[in-house]
């Protein structure tokens, strides 16, 4: 059976390429699949050990990108060590299975070239394809990975109260101070950031407290070509927790979205964290993907 054209493509060339990718699957179907363009995008905000690892895609005769596998390191940082690698098969909707056997056999073949041996992955629940395949792979089911949930913009609350002592800001206006993301995620975040094509720092909110510490933070994406929103990440730090923070940042958060033009926002919660379903599922988000982890 003759396959779509392979290429490899190598730091942000390969974001950019499995950003267009994931926008013409989005735009093909609107809810498939387990990730958004915007999710993978946020993977490049720290130096990873696989920013220059060359990652595989597959392109049909008009140029344009079919299925990709992407690998990310998430334990080795910029050091050119493979600690954690994670992998992400992508694909148009409805793929055929002896094509997503396919891509699976060459993306393995093509990490274990590199000298990657321990690999994870998630894989939807009712996926049964993917999941057989990659148990004759040598894969085994590891447990729970995230719950994907969607709201539907025109079905958003109303924007919760702020808890008194605290203001809601936008990076753009707190461009005088360190980037609110650099604890957890490095000095190069703010940087990283920028070369995102979909990151927008008016949309890039924190919560200050009255002595203006971060006391909760959260990043909404908007990608125009899908009309799609995405939250993530989100966080509220543990001295300021029980206050609303959350529930108010998420609200406003999605309001932005909908004013930029989303008009289905996604967000991702473990289902081992109650409190973040919870909290989610109260704003009117409806889950709708459940994924595993297999690992080899």
């Not at 905000?45 to 990709?68: H, N």
Request: glycine share 8%; charged share 25%; proline share 5%.
């Amino acid at each position: 059976m003759d396959y779509p054209r392979e290429e490899l493509r190598v730091g942000l060339d390969w974001v950019d390429t499995m950003t267009t990718l994931l926008q013409r699957a989005r735009s093909a179907h609107p809810t498939y699949g387990s990730y958004e363009a915007a999710e993978i995008q946020w993977w490049w905000r720290s130096p990873r050990s696989t920013d220059t690892f060359p990652q595989l895609f597959w392109f049909d005769d008009q140029d344009r990108p079919e299925a990709a596998m992407i690998a990310a390191d998430f334990g080795g940082g910029g050091s050119a060590v493979y600690e954690d690698t994670t992998l992400v098969f992508l694909f148009m909707p409805d793929p055929a299975a002896d094509w997503v056997a396919h891509v699976v056999e060459r993306g393995l073949a093509h990490v274990a070239e590199h000298g990657i041996e321990t690999v994870e992955l998630e894989v939807d629940q009712t996926d049964d394809v993917m999941r057989n395949i990659l148990v004759g792979h040598g894969f085994a089911l590891k447990g729970d990975a995230v719950v994907e949930a969607w709201l539907a913009a025109d079905s958003r609350p109303e924007v919760s109260p702020l808890h008194d002592g605290y203001r809601l800001l936008s990076r753009t206006e707190t461009m005088d101070r360190p980037h609110h993301l650099a604890l957890r995620n490095g000095d190069d975040v703010e940087q990283r950031l920028q070369q995102l094509s979909l990151y927008r720092a008016d949309l890039d909110l924190v919560i200050l407290d009255s002595d203006d510490n971060v006391a909760a933070y959260g990043l909404f994406w908007h990608d125009p070509v899908t009309s799609t929103g995405v939250v993530e990440p989100m966080r509220t730090l543990d001295e300021h927790q029980q206050k609303g923070l959350a529930r108010h940042i998420l609200t406003a958060g999605v309001d932005l979205l909908a004013k930029a033009g989303a008009e289905r926002i996604s967000i991702g919660y473990e289902p081992a964290n109650p409190a973040s379903g919870h909290l989610y599922r109260s704003v009117g988000f409806v889950p709708d993907i459940q994924t595993d982890v297999f690992a080899r």
